[in-house]
């Protein structure tokens, strides 16, 4: 068995397993709509800034914190925005749980 083989077919899988086909459609279809492309630009543009500020090791207030959660909640009722986010989060909890198994095939090795 090659290791480097088997993490090019999980590659592939991630690629080709449903969370990710839909994300790519979804991500499409938001694209595509110009109100939807402008609200997650918006929203990821904020985004960012408040990760630099975290990175700089500046605490995001509460009101910048409040902000974001009613952005997010008041662009998630765009039928093309709440799908991506949707589609966005499920992929990100098989990306996840992949993270945490490769980490715990680590562990047994170091420990």
Do not use: W
Request: glycine residues 2%.
């Amino acid at each position: 068995m090659n290791v480097y083989d088997k993490a090019y077919e999980l590659a592939k899988s991630l690629r080709e397993c449903e969370e990710a086909i839909v994300l790519k459609a979804a991500k499409q279809a938001a694209e595509a709509d110009s109100e939807a492309k402008r609200m997650l630009s918006d929203f990821r543009d904020r985004q960012s800034m408040l990760q630099q500020k975290m990175m700089a090791g500046e605490e995001p207030s509460e009101s910048d914190m409040d902000t974001m959660n009613k952005l997010y909640e008041v662009i998630s009722l765009h039928p093309l925005v709440g799908s991506l986010l949707e589609a966005e989060r499920r992929f990100a909890v098989v990306f996840e749980d992949v993270n945490r198994i490769m980490g715990d095939v680590l562990k047994s090795i170091i420990d």
